[in-house]
């Protein structure tokens, strides 16, 4: 089966430019043929879980791989092939899989520990902060969550309390979460979203509160003139700006962007929170903020600083976070209020596992890690974006390798990239083809997702994927 990708055909702006060169067989017969017990398994699980999965993420067309075992930068799924991987668990694997660092951190934990849990403060929740503030100064004082949704909605709860207003302005093809301020403008269709310098929510969940899009308020990314305008209009009401500093981890802000909204939020009395959970450790050690040279109000975390576990952190200015403190300035010895109860002025955060000793433990071991490998994953980073951009120019083919830090995106477009209506535009239809053929070829990501590097990938992985994607275009050729 063979196809021809047209013109309209999964974008508009530059289809022409694949016309008569985009001719590959289908993926889909050797995906199902290499991947039969996957799809049992999944069928399997669609009689116990809904759709057959734990997270709408992991879902896709035609249905996922189901993976048994995972070292370095490979997975192996239940058929027996083998994958490099570039998924890397969303970008938190910033080690690769089964880190000996790790483990032995985890180890070492539990036998000094004797227990998995205490439920109560202990020492590293202080060293794992110090290390925190070592890369991120803007956080004077954290909170930890359980993963980095948590950790985003903390934040916004955070920036509630401390102002009293009930608004929140997000950014359109921003993700930050799975509730329900935030479950807007994530993936819309620009035709039914308003017009460019003043998109609408629209929603991307069912369950949403009735009349809950009114206390989200959507800006367009990297355009100042218009965010200035819109915040203006509504700064009475609006709390907080959240803002991915790089959208999707892969589309960076225009310096002069975020320097602008930094300034206006400021001027406002907005709190200006960036959600560096894709980014922090990955753009830079100190997230995008240390590379823009920043200074958010506050600052979430997660994915790479929890070492491939659930884990959150949400920090910033010492007024914001002290909203939460349960003593909010009592005498120490003050026992007029009963244990575990919390003033109405005060902000009620918990949670049993935040802080988890194995967890913090896994955390530092991967930043002990990254700060001697760091940069040599960013030069493998670099230069398998300039192999794959050779590639491609070679073919004939527009594709931008998008991204800072060990995180990137192949975007296949001539055209700038600044937002998300400009990503699509780009060729989707074309890079999710290539995403299945590829992992056909023993080459893993998540069709259309970003690309993560680990410090396990090394010239073997270059090398393999380079070699995959030569044969995909021979195929191509000889029409196999």
């Given at each position: 089966m063979k196809y021809i990708l047209h013109k309209n055909e999964g974008m508009k702006g530059d289809a022409h430019l694949f016309m008569a060169i985009h001719h590959f067989s289908h993926p889909l017969p050797r995906f199902l043929s290499k991947t039969k017990e996957s799809y049992r398994l999944q069928k399997e699980s669609e009689n116990i879980l809904p759709g057959g999965v734990t997270a709408?993420?992991?879902?896709?067309?035609?249905?996922?791989?189901?993976?048994?075992?995972?070292?370095?930068?490979?997975?192996?799924?239940?058929?027996?092939?083998?994958?490099?991987?570039?998924?890397?668990?969303?970008?938190?694997?910033?080690?690769?899989?089964?880190?000996?660092?790790?483990?032995?951190?985890?180890?070492?934990?539990?036998?000094?520990?004797?227990?998995?849990?205490?439920?109560?403060?202990?020492?590293?929740?202080?060293?794992?902060?110090k290390k925190i503030q070592q890369y991120f100064p803007s956080i004077e004082q954290l909170?930890?969550?359980?993963?980095?949704?948590?950790?985003?909605?903390?934040?916004?709860?955070?920036?509630?309390?401390?102002?009293?207003?009930?608004?929140?302005?997000?950014?359109?093809?921003?993700?930050?979460?799975?509730?329900?301020?935030?479950?807007?403008?994530?993936?819309?269709?620009?035709?039914?979203?308003?017009?460019?310098?003043?998109?609408?929510?629209?929603?991307?969940?069912?369950?949403?509160?009735?009349?809950?899009?009114?206390?989200?308020?959507?800006?367009?990314?990297?355009?100042?003139?218009?965010?200035?305008?819109?915040?203006?209009?509504?700064?009475d009401e609006l709390a907080a700006v959240m803002i991915e500093p790089v959208q999707g981890g892969f589309i960076p802000a225009d310096e002069t962007f975020l320097f602008q909204l930094r300034n206006i939020t400021k001027e406002l009395g907005i709190v200006l929170i960036f959600d560096e959970v894709k980014t922090g450790?990955?753009?830079?050690?100190?997230?995008?903020?240390?590379?823009?040279?920043?200074?958010?109000?506050?600052?979430?975390?997660?994915?790479?600083?929890?070492?491939?576990?659930?884990?959150?952190?949400v920090g910033g200015k010492k007024q914001i976070m002290a909203v939460s403190s349960p003593k909010q300035g009592s005498d120490?010895?003050?026992?007029?209020?009963?244990?575990?109860?919390?003033?109405?002025?005060?902000?009620f955060h918990s949670g049993t596992y935040n802080g988890h000793p194995l967890i913090l433990a896994a955390g530092l071991a991967t930043i002990n890690v990254l700060e001697n490998e760091y940069r040599q994953t960013l030069e493998y980073?670099?230069?398998?974006?300039?192999?794959?951009?050779?590639?491609?120019?070679?073919?004939?083919?527009?594709?931008?390798?998008?991204?800072?830090?060990?995180?990137?995106?192949?975007?296949?477009?001539?055209?700038?990239?600044?937002?998300?209506?400009?990503l699509q535009k780009a060729d989707l239809t074309f890079r999710k083809e290539l995403d299945m053929h590829l992992i056909n070829e023993g080459i893993y990501t998540k069709p259309l997702n970003r690309y993560s590097i680990s410090t396990?990938?090394?010239?073997?992985?270059?090398?393999?994927?380079?070699?995959?994607?030569?044969?995909?275009?021979?195929?191509?050729?000889?029409?196999?």
């Open positions: 709408n993420i992991k879902h896709f067309t035609p249905y996922p791989i189901v993976m048994k075992h995972g070292m370095e930068a490979r997975l192996t799924d239940v058929d027996g092939n083998e994958y490099v991987d570039y998924l890397m668990g969303y970008g938190a694997l910033a080690l690769g899989h089964g880190h000996r660092s790790i483990k032995e951190a985890i180890d070492m934990q539990l036998k000094k520990d004797g227990t998995y849990l205490f439920g109560t403060p202990h020492k590293v929740e202080g060293a794992f902060a909170r930890y969550t359980n993963s980095g949704t948590e950790a985003t909605l903390l934040a916004l709860r955070l920036a509630f309390a401390f102002t009293g207003k009930s608004k929140v302005a997000k950014f359109e093809g921003h993700y930050h979460g799975g509730y329900n301020e935030m479950l807007y403008s994530i993936n819309p269709d620009p035709l039914k979203a308003g017009e460019a310098d003043e998109p609408f929510p629209v929603p991307e969940s069912a369950g949403l509160l009735k009349d809950n899009d009114k206390n989200t308020i959507i800006l367009p990314f990297n355009n100042a003139k218009a965010c200035e305008r819109i915040l203006k209009k509504h700064a450790l990955r753009s830079s050690l100190g997230g995008a903020q240390s590379i823009y040279q920043i200074t958010p109000d506050l600052t979430t975390l997660g994915k790479v600083i929890g070492g491939g576990f659930p884990f959150g952190v120490v010895f003050d026992t007029s209020q009963s244990s575990g109860s919390s003033a109405k002025d005060t902000l980073t670099r230069g398998l974006k300039g192999e794959l951009e050779t590639f491609f120019d070679k073919q004939g083919i527009s594709m931008q390798a998008l991204g800072i830090g060990t995180i990137f995106n192949m975007v296949f477009t001539k055209n700038s990239v600044k937002n998300y209506r400009d396990a990938h090394n010239e073997k992985e270059l090398s393999k994927t380079m070699d995959a994607l030569q044969k995909v275009f021979n195929q191509r050729m000889t029409g196999a």
